[in-house]
C-alpha cells in the first residue's frame, strides 16, 4: 500500500542529509503525506524551524530525532517521535551522543591518515557542525578529492556499478568492527537511555531492527520492552519481505506499535527516494501519540 505517513526523514541537519527542513515539508505536501516526522541523528537542530514551516504549509510534522544508543556492544538507533525538543534531559543525551561521536570520527579520521589515505580532520569537521560527521559522510569527502582516484586502494569504489553506494561499500571496507578503520563505540546504552524518555514525553521507536548492524532479536526486543519501547519500525528500506514480515510477527507478538519509515537522507542514499516507504497508516500516529511516556507528578 501506498504510504500516508513517513516517521523517519532526515534532512540536513544530520550531517548526511541533504534537504532542508523547508524542502522536505514541501515535498511531503506535494506527496500529499497526512504526516511526516524529521528524525535528524543525534541533533534536535531542525527545531523549532521545521515545526514553524510546518504550520505554515499546513503539513502535520511529528517532532523527533534518531539516536544513537548501544545494546550488547551493537549500534541500535532510537527513533523519538513526539518528543520534546526543548528538554534538558534530551539536550543532555544528544550532547553527550554528539560528543561522543565527534571523538569516534577524529579517531576514524586518524586510522585512516595511519593507512596513509589523504585526509585531514579539517576537511571532516567544522565546530559549528550540528551533528559530527557519521562514518559514510567521512568516506563521502575522501571519495570526492582528486588524489582519490589516483590510488589503487580506491579504485573500486568509482567503477560503475559501485558508484551509487560508494560511501557505504566503503564503510563496509574499513569502518566495521574487524577492518582497518574500526573504532569501538563509546556511546549510551538503550537500556539507559529508555528510562528517560518519559522526561520529554516522546513515543520510543527502535528503527531498522532488521538492519545488518542491529539485526535485533525477540529476545532482545522483549528485554527494550521491558525498558519502555512502544514501537518498531516494522516497514523500512532496510527490510526485505521476509524481514519485513518477520518483525511484524514480533510487534503483534511483543505489542509494540508496528511503524513505517523511508530512512530517507538524499544524495548518500539515491536508492532510497523521498516517499518510498509503503504501509504508512495515520492509525500509527494516533497509537504513538496514545502511547507517549510520560513522567510521574
Known amino acids: 500500500m501506498p504510504g500516508e505517513v513517513d516517521l523517519h526523514i532526515h534532512s540536513n541537519r544530520s550531517s548526511d542529509g541533504d534537504l532542508s527542513p523547508a524542502e522536505i515539508i514541501g515535498l511531503a505536501k506535494k ?14 537542530a531542525a527545531y523549532p524551524e521545521a515545526v514553524e514551516i510546518a504550520a505554515k504549509e499546513g503539513v502535520e510534522l511529528i517532532p523527533s530525532l534518531e539516536l544513537t544508543t548501544l545494546l550488547d556492544g551493537r549500534e541500535f538507533h532510537l527513533l523519538l517521535p513526539f518528543m520534546d525538543w526543548t528538554n534538558d534531559t534530551l539536550l543532555k543525551l544528544t550532547r553527550q551522543v554528539h560528543l561522543a561521536r565527534v571523538a569516534e570520527a577524529r ?5 585512516l591518515q595511519a593507512l596513509g589515505f589523504d585526509l585531514t580532520w579539517e576537511e571532516v569537521f567544522r565546530p559549528e557542525m ?13 571519495l570526492r578529492k582528486n588524489s582519490s582516484r589516483r590510488d589503487p586502494r580506491l579504485t573500486k569504489y568509482f567503477e560503475a556499478w559501485n558508484l551509487m553506494r560508494a560511501p557505504y561499500i566503503f564503510y563496509e571496507d574499513f ?23 518519559a522526561d520529554f514525553a516522546a513515543a520510543p521507536v527502535l528503527a531498522h531492527p532488521g538492519a545488518d548492524f542491529e539485526l535485533a532479536s525477540l529476545e532482545d526486543l522483549s528485554r527494550l520492552k521491558e525498558h519502555g519501547l512502544v514501537g518498531l519500525e516494522v ?16 510487534a503483534r ?20 527516494a523521498f516517499g518510498q516507504v509503503q504501509n504508512g497508516s495515520y492509525w500509527m500516529v ?3 501519540k496514545e502511547r507517549r511516556l510520560k513522567k510521574k507528578r
Not at 107 to 111: A, D, G, N, S, T
Not at 243 to 250: E, G, K, W
Not at 257 to 267: K, L, N, V, Y
Open 31 to 44: 506527496h500529499g503525506l497526512k504526516a511526516i516526522a524529521i528524525a535528524d541523528h543525534d541533533t534536535v
Open 286 to 288: 494516533e497509537a504513538l
Open 175 to 197: 569502518f566495521r568492527e574487524g577492518k582497518p578503520a574500526y573504532v569501538p563505540k563509546k556511546i549510551a546504552s538503550i537500556l539507559d537511555v529508555l528510562p528517560q524518555v
Open 130 to 142: 550540528s551533528n559530527p560527521p557519521l562514518g559514510v559522510v567521512i568516506a563521502q569527502i575522501l
Open 235 to 250: 516497514f523500512s528500506t532496510y527490510h526485505d519481505e521476509e524481514q519485513t514480515a518477520y518483525y511484524l510477527h514480533l
Open 107 to 111: 579517531e576514524r579520521v586518524e586510522r
Open 253 to 272: 507478538q511483543l505489542d509494540l506499535i508496528p511503524t513505517a519509515g523511508s530512512d530517507f537522507h538524499g544524495r548518500i542514499k539515491p536508492q532510497v
